[in-house]
């Protein structure tokens, strides 16, 4: 073990250990008010470690892999004493998984556990990414005094209600995250997981889309039949809306973010409140995917978590630290959106042009979009992958329309919120409108920066689709290009739109639909970007 810990610390280029010699207690019993036992595993130093800060980790995971190798040992190593528990229904936990409808009263109870216990300290923080982030909202109203800080990564207060929106049907976060939850405690799944994810990637082609889980796992999944039954707006997720817990925590909060993270959005939205609130809060994004491994938790647990859990001083910094890419530096700032961006038009143009001039007169483009050959998705917001690749394939394809600037003559940064006006109709009633912004290099070469999607009933008439595409910060420089794609999918990232009007869990039909794009004075269709010039901006 001591070898993973030389590895980890090179690898993620973490600060040396105070202590590489660690011992576990495995298998706490946890109890739950209403009886079900919860086991968790307490890392500490083999010396010393009783009374020291506690961090904890409530997971869906399991306890072993990479949530101990990689999490709960380099904070015992570095601090802390660290408490992994195995949530509800899960790797030995009592009860029945339902996936983040249980997490308050399970969370109140382990914090009221953890403080009665002879080996705690006087303090604790709350740390984790994604499901362990949420965790953390489901009960950040009633924190016991002993909890310091948190410290949630790649998530929000909401979690899921973003992709379960009825005018922008996520498929593949939904899918995935069912098939993981319901295959991780198979035997040998780990070694079964790259024949599994070709097999779930297959089952996103299912129709209906309600047979998807039994042709991914072999039977039927309830959180992934809730995903398709139930959207965004509709009471049965109430429960797992933690959003208006936010400006009520009491204690400070440091949220980690990636540009191309599924949460992003929500994310800055929790962050703000807090902002406005005038709560201790920082923000930190970076260029990262949702599964993207990075040093970022663990760095500000020891450097932000363990100075409030020991009543230290925090090292100073600006509230926001953005990671600005094209220029491929980190930033601070003092708000998000940051103060000096102001919204600019680039409006569509014919023959694929964009500028900041204004619509000129011009016949529209059209394209046409067959949902049995879906508009694939080709990096971008992933719960597995995705991030910044090469679309040149992507752009090639029929179904998507390019608009792209001339050579930028100085650079142009962009930072804040991005959205878009798109006048759109289609031969259907019933179409998917989705923006991409992107950066394209001398060599031609096109990248993904942040993209959008809604869908449009009465698509059939002309009519503005206001597209939210995702928040980011990018420099795109002196002889670059800024390109906007408009097409109708982005799959699977986004359930195909089938054109019919059907529900999407039972649809089996599936139309081709042409779909055309205005961009003349009465109709000018645009992507809007939050830019500072780069003359006024006093940044190199």
């Given amino acids: 073990m001591n070898l993973m ?208 889980d039994v042709a991914a796992i072999g039977h039927s999944s309830k959180y992934i039949q809730d995903v398709l039954r139930y959207d965004a707006k509709h009471e049965f997720w109430a429960a797992i809306d933690h959003s208006h817990r936010v400006p009520a925590v009491s204690v400070p909060v440091s949220s980690i973010g990636g540009w191309y993270d599924i949460f992003l ?106 949902p049995a050959d879906p508009t694939p998705a080709a990096g971008g917001i992933s719960i597995s992958s995705g991030g910044r690749v090469d679309n040149t394939a992507l752009e090639g394809r029929p179904d998507v329309l390019t608009y792209t600037t001339a050579a930028l003559d100085e650079d142009v940064e962009v930072i804040g919120e991005v959205s878009a006006n798109i006048w759109f109709r289609s031969s259907l009633a019933h179409a998917d409108v989705f923006v991409r912004l992107c950066d394209v290099g001398p060599d031609g070469r096109s990248h993904n920066v942040c993209d959008g999607l809604t869908s449009l009933p009465g698509a059939d008439t002309l009519s503005v689709a206001a597209v939210r595409l995702w928040p980011t910060a990018y420099r795109f420089q002196r002889g670059h290009r800024i390109r906007v794609q408009v097409s109708s999918g982005a799959f699977p990232r986004f359930a195909r739109n089938p054109g019919t009007g059907e529900p999407r869990a039972t649809a089996t039909t599936l139309r081709a639909a042409d779909q055309t794009v205005y961009h003349d004075p009465q109709h000018p269709s645009a992507v809007i970007l939050p830019v500072r010039a780069m003359a006024d901006s006093g940044n190199p």
């Fill in 265 to 370: 959005p929500g994310q800055l939205r929790d962050f703000q409140v807090l902002q406005e609130g005038a709560h201790a809060a920082r923000l930190t994004v970076g260029p990262w995917t949702h599964a993207e491994f990075t040093n970022a938790g663990i760095l500000e647990a020891v450097e932000f978590g363990l100075a409030h859990a020991r009543g230290g001083q925090v090292p100073d910094r600006p509230p926001v630290r953005l990671y600005v890419m094209g220029e491929e530096a980190w930033r601070d700032f003092d708000s998000w959106p940051p103060k000096g961006y102001e919204p600019q038009l680039f409006q569509l143009h014919p023959d694929g042009g964009l500028s900041g001039e204004p619509a000129v007169e011009s016949a529209p483009d059209t394209y046409r979009y067959d």
């Fill in 5 to 212: 810990s030389h590895i980890l610390q090179r690898k993620l280029e973490l600060p040396p250990p105070l202590t590489r010699d660690l011992a576990v207690q495995k298998d706490l019993r946890v109890p739950m008010p209403d009886g079900v036992e919860l086991l968790a595993d307490r890392w500490a130093p083999r010396a010393g470690g009783e009374g020291l800060p506690t961090a904890l980790l409530r997971s869906p995971y399991g306890r072993a892999g990479m949530f101990a190798t990689a999490m709960a040992r380099p904070l015992a190593e570095r601090g802390f004493q660290v408490l992994i528990q195995s949530v509800r229904g899960g790797f030995g936990s009592g009860g029945t998984l339902d996936p983040m409808r249980q997490e308050r009263e399970d969370g109140l109870a382990t914090l009221d556990w953890v403080v009665e216990q002879p080996w705690f300290g006087e303090s604790m923080v709350l740390v984790g990414m994604s499901y362990l982030g949420f965790v953390q909202w489901a009960v950040a109203d009633r924190l016991p005094p002993q909890v310091k800080a948190m410290i949630p990564q790649v998530t929000e207060s909401a979690l899921t209600l973003e992709f379960l929106r009825d005018d922008g049907m996520s498929l593949e976060l939904p899918i995935e995250w069912g098939v993981l939850t319901a295959v991780q405690e198979r035997r040998w799944a780990m070694l079964r997981s790259r024949g599994q994810a070709r097999k779930t990637a297959r089952a996103m082609h299912t129709l209906p889309l309600n047979r998807a």
